[in-house]
């Protein structure tokens, strides 16, 4: 357990609320990650259903927010004409990174703290953070499909974000595949 003089009055007083509403007594290495839960998986039933409800809640708070980014991610000038750069060759597709960055910033602000899931994000990390280089053309596709998936990735979330948001009113004990796959995508499954 973690001493009193470490944390201070506040931190005890967390960790005891912690304690008392989980019946868990497991110790945490500092007050941030009693919060935000982020360096583990989360063990117990109780423990998941806690953070599937936060994450409902902050979905359900931020939805207009959110299918605004949708509505913006499927316009035109953002996936379709970023799609028909990859099969043109234009340097144009990799403005899509942008998009990219700005639905994961969003996904992460549900739960803030909380990392993503692993496999979500070396797929988002391989599709962002390029520049384009006259070399690239050479290699076309090498260098361009990791931004197009990556943002297929992350809008495809953005969608299951939204849909489920908006069709949940509390966590389901039945999951359907979409709901699933966002309970992945915070690594509460």
């Known amino acids: 357990m973690i001493s009193p003089s470490e944390l201070g009055v506040l931190g005890v007083l967390a960790v005891q609320l912690w304690q008392h509403c989980t019946g868990s007594p497991r110790p945490f ?17 109780e423990e998941k259903k806690l953070l599937e409800t936060e994450l409902l809640k902050q979905l359900k708070t931020r ?16 996936s379709e004409d970023m799609f028909y750069r990859f099969y043109h060759q234009s340097f144009k597709v990799y403005y899509l990174q942008a998009d990219t960055e700005t639905i994961v910033a969003a996904l992460r602000d549900l739960l803030p703290g909380r990392e993503l899931n692993e496999d979500f994000m070396r797929i988002v990390d ?39 948001a908006g069709k949940l009113d509390s966590p389901p004990s039945m999951l359907p595949s979409g709901w699933a796959a966002v309970l992945y995508l915070y690594r509460l499954r």
């Open 29 to 45: 290495e500092s007050l941030k990650n009693l919060i935000t839960m982020s360096i583990y998986k989360p063990d117990s039933h």
């Open 63 to 78: 939805l207009p927010e959110l299918e605004a980014l949708l509505e913006k991610s499927d316009s035109h000038w953002h």
């Open 126 to 164: 391989g599709g962002t953070g390029r520049k384009f280089e006259p070399e690239h053309n050479q290699r076309w596709q090498e260098e361009t499909r990791p931004i197009l998936e990556a943002f297929f990735h992350a809008r495809m979330m953005l969608q299951l974000a939204v849909q489920y």
